[in-house]
């Protein structure tokens, strides 16, 4: 039951774009996916699993485990799936194992081939790791350009492959994995083009910068340059200690109207539920939620203390936008929110009774107990999560502006069909039309958008469906939750439940009782 009630908790407190001329239609996807050309997804257990074998499995199709080795298929297939690889280390594991020269010539690389030759491919994770925080320098060869160039061709060659616009979408992109001070940073981009724009340039990497600023910069220079387009997506808001919705940049300067321009450019929307936690919001920021403590992950990505939470979860994000944008005239923080699965076995699974891990190694019981990455064990893992996506068409044009106008929302895995209109004059027979969608565009504007031109003593009104996914649990509610600046200047947040199930009532204090198991 709780992972359905994140699954419609997770956008309602957005507001809502421009109608659709034209009828969307509901896809699901991954935005978020590690194979093995991730060096740790690699050397945590997948050395099989590429990027073939991701778009083979998220169709449908019946692939081997890179872990256990068993057959293994989606429950239902995906619409859409991005290839998310780290851009540090792009295909140097791989290339390190099978004995590449421009790797294995120096004494590291043949140590390490040595070693993963041996199964000992936990000890050159960590070794690469400290090395990383440490000593950078001496592992800059895993960066060889010739292996950065090669592996990023293929991996956009596989994208053209599998794509079959109408049935299958398949992106091309990547992670930028910024981690100053063990904090999260990371951000996904993907591309709506193919291999011959993508090979024109190569990913934006943690070796080029750590800072956000850079990467925007790096986005609209190489967006310019090649005549292309990008989205990014921030994830695990969550284990920044307050960085991902800053106050103040990477250099200690305020956030400018330049910063947030670039901002609400490039990422207009935020992976805001996936394996490591939830990051919609949090118990000392919405002390009167009984659902804020769902799925918390509580340790930074290097084992460290989670010591502050504002900035760091998208319900305080978004009033901190509407914040600074009284400050400075722009919101760098207006945006949509998806779920992902962050996994790195190269299979998009989020089901809860076909989860088949984080990585490859904790992907049995036999090896859950056992510690991945610091601090974090295979139990710790959640199932989850999707994006769901209200796009014209199933192509890579159509979705990705779908994500521009963010016409998007995150599950925790379960295919909930949710819409969310905004406009001035909805009544309640609206909502029990047969062409609920059809007024929602014609009389509103969908979830993710703005919604403007209010006449004068008027209140909005919502137009909200949901619908249970037929082979999960049933909903236990609708709440909208309501975050705003008040005159003062001081961030409020009110939460409403407006539809619910199994013919409760609210007690005195407006609470309804839990509804229990509905499995």
Partial sequence: ?????????????????????????LLWGDTHLHTSYSFDAFTLGNATADPDTAYRFA?????????????????????????????????????????????????????????????????????????GTEHPERIAFLNDINVFRSAWAQIAEAADRHNDPGNFTAFIGWEWTSTPDGLNLHRIIFTPDGKDKAVQYLPFSLNDSEKPRDLYNWLAKTSDEVGTDFVAIGHNSNLSNGRFFPLVDEDGRPVDADYAQLRARWEPVEEMT????????????????????????????????????????????????????????????????????????GLASAEEGNFLGKYAQDSVPETKAKETVPGSYG????????????ATANTRAAITEAFRRKEVYATTGPRIQLRFFGGWDFRGRDAKAKDLAARGYQKGVPMGGDLAGAPKGKAPSFLISAVKDPLDANLDRVQVVKGWVAADGSAQERIYDVAWSDGRRPDDAGRLPAVGNTV
């Fill in 59 to 131: 169709k449908g199709l019946s692939v081997i485990h890179p872990g256990h080795r068993a057959r293994v298929q989606i429950d239902r297939p995906l619409d859409f799936l991005v290839v998310t690889d780290h851009a540090e280390g792009l295909g140097a594991m791989a290339e390190l194992a099978a004995g590449n020269p421009l790797l294995v010539d120096n004494e590291s690389g043949k140590r390490w081939q040595q070693m993963l030759a041996e199964g000992k491919l936990n000890a050159v994770f960590a070794e690469i790791v400290q090395l």
């Fill in 274 to 345: 996936q394996y490591k936690g939830d990051s919609e919001t949090h118990p000392l920021l919405a002390p009167s939620d009984e659902f804020a403590d769902f799925e918390r992950y509580k340790h930074l990505l290097d084992g460290g203390p989670l010591e502050h939470v504002e900035g760091s979860y998208v319900r305080s994000g978004l009033i901190r936008g509407m914040q600074l944008e009284a400050e400075i005239g722009v919101n760098p923080y207006k945006f949509g929110m998806i779920g992902a699965t962050d996994t790195h076995t």
């Fill in 1 to 25: 039951m709780s992972k359905v009630l994140s699954a419609v908790l997770c956008l309602l407190f957005l507001s809502s774009a421009t109608a659709q001329e034209n009828e969307t239609q």
């Fill in 379 to 390: 139990w710790d893992a959640s199932a989850m999560g999707f994006a769901g996506v209200w």
